[in-house]
């Protein structure tokens, strides 16, 4: 099993930064690690992915160029860094990890248990 544990979530203004950080303990074999967000009414969105070496990233289109993920193997932590946010990023942000390199939301196994971002305008 993998314990997730996502903090950073907060309300902010539009334009501002904010990071997250996910915490992994229990089995973190080597996975691919993934931030999703989740907005009311809407289906849960694969934002960004990187590999458990960080050879490897994903950045879907509506994120490219303001987030950015990264992670600290030592401390097992991923960041999702998020500039220029919009009211449009309000939503519950997760981490999830998968057993291998994915960009597929139904193969990440774990998740976290969400941080609200909330971006007013």
């Known amino acids: 099993q993998v314990q997730l544990v996502e903090s950073g979530g907060g309300l902010v203004q539009a334009g501002d930064s904010l990071r997250l950080s996910c915490v992994a303990s229990?089995?973190?074999?080597?996975?691919?690690m993934g931030w999703f967000r989740q907005a009311p009414g809407k289906e849960r969105e694969l934002l960004a992915a990187i590999s458990w070496s960080g050879d490897r990233t994903y950045y879907a289109d509506s994120v490219k160029g303001r987030f950015t993920i990264s992670k600290d193997n030592a401390k097992n932590t991923v960041y999702l860094q998020m500039n220029s946010l919009k009211p449009e990023d309000t939503a519950v942000y997760y981490c999830?990890?998968?057993?291998?390199?994915?960009?597929?939301?139904?193969?990440?196994?774990?998740w976290g248990q969400g941080t609200q971002v909330t971006v007013s305008s």
């Open positions: 229990g089995r973190t074999f080597s996975t691919a």
């Open positions: 999830a990890a998968a057993r291998r390199w994915t960009v597929l939301t139904s193969e990440y196994e774990y």
